[in-house]
């Protein structure tokens, strides 16, 4: 190979480099819906006594990013600065559970479906008293129904919130 091809593929590689790791989407959560694609179920892994499709560690970090490290329920919201990252500190969470992917015919693990949440907001969605949350889901919901559709997760509001509440 010589010095023009191996530039090349080192630009490549470099480009790669920085869409994996979220760079190229710092504050441009409006530009996720563009990476939306139906998506095949990914292999399954089992977690106590059921099966869950894999999460794909890497959506999450570029989700949090996106979102410019800011909670995506209440983005006033601050969490404490992550070591690993030197970022404030979030947590993915797959709005409609991947415990469910058996209802749908693609998968869940798909941008439109994973939010970043400060821990807080993460546990209050988790384990919230249902009529808190109800408003919350109701919100999200609206903010994402274009976003699920196009990534073929079919779901009215109605039964999105039979799902979650």
Avoid at 129 to 151: C, G, M, T, V
């Amino acid at each position: 190979m010589d010095e023009r091809g191996h530039n090349m593929y080192s630009a490549g590689f470099n480009r790669y480099f920085e869409f994996a790791s979220g760079v190229s989407l710092q504050s441009l959560e409006s530009q996720l819906p563009l990476l939306e694609i139906r998506e095949p179920i990914s292999q399954v892994t089992r977690v106590s006594s059921h099966e869950i499709p894999r999460r794909d560690r890497l959506k999450i970090l570029q989700v949090e990013k996106a979102s410019n490290y800011h909670c995506q329920i209440q983005n006033t919201h601050f969490s404490f600065i992550s070591e690993s990252t030197g970022n404030p500190y979030l947590e993915g969470h797959h709005i409609i559970p991947l415990s469910q992917q058996d209802d749908f015919s693609y998968s869940l693990d798909c941008f439109a479906n994973i939010i970043a949440l400060c821990p807080n907001c993460h546990r209050f969605l988790h384990y919230g008293l249902k009529s808190n949350k109800r408003e919350q889901l109701i919100r999200l919901y609206e903010d994402r129904a274009e976003r699920f559709d196009h990534a073929g997760i079919l779901v009215t509001r109605a039964e999105f919130l039979d799902r979650l509440i």
